[in-house]
């Protein structure tokens, strides 16, 4: 029995660990995405060092990206700054892609 316990212990291990990574992903990945558009609206660096902040937490709204996506929509749409919904998401796929690298080489 001992074999299947570590096994299982083993995929606890990694699904607990695969977990933390997407977590710290999508708080990097949010991060620069709150820099970007703060870039976009004008925002000095103190402002977008704070914008994205703001970005990081209005991620904990709900399950998934909708939270975020509405946000930096939102904030567009105040500000006038013309981006489609299909380049805000395709940002946001970038900049996933982006943080999953800056993190796999931190290692």
């Known amino acids: 029995m ?3 316990d570590d096994r299982g212990d083993a995929y606890e291990n990694k699904f607990a660990h695969d977990e933390a990574l ?6 990097r990945r949010n991060k620069l995405l709150g820099l970007w558009a703060a870039e976009k609206m004008g925002k000095n660096e103190t402002q977008a060092e704070e914008y994205a902040k703001e970005v ?15 946000k930096i929509r ?7 700054i013309d981006q489609s919904d299909h380049q805000i998401r ?3 796929d970038e900049l996933m892609a982006k943080a999953i690298d800056q993190i796999q080489n931190e290692a």
Request: hydrophobic share 40%; glycine share 8%.
């Open 2 to 4: 001992s074999g299947i």
């Open 22 to 27: 997407k977590f710290k992903a999508e708080a």
């Open 56 to 70: 990081i937490r209005a991620d904990f709204e709900e399950p998934g990206d909708e939270d975020v996506f509405r």
């Open 74 to 80: 939102g904030d567009f749409d105040a500000a006038s």
């Open 90 to 92: 395709r940002t946001m």
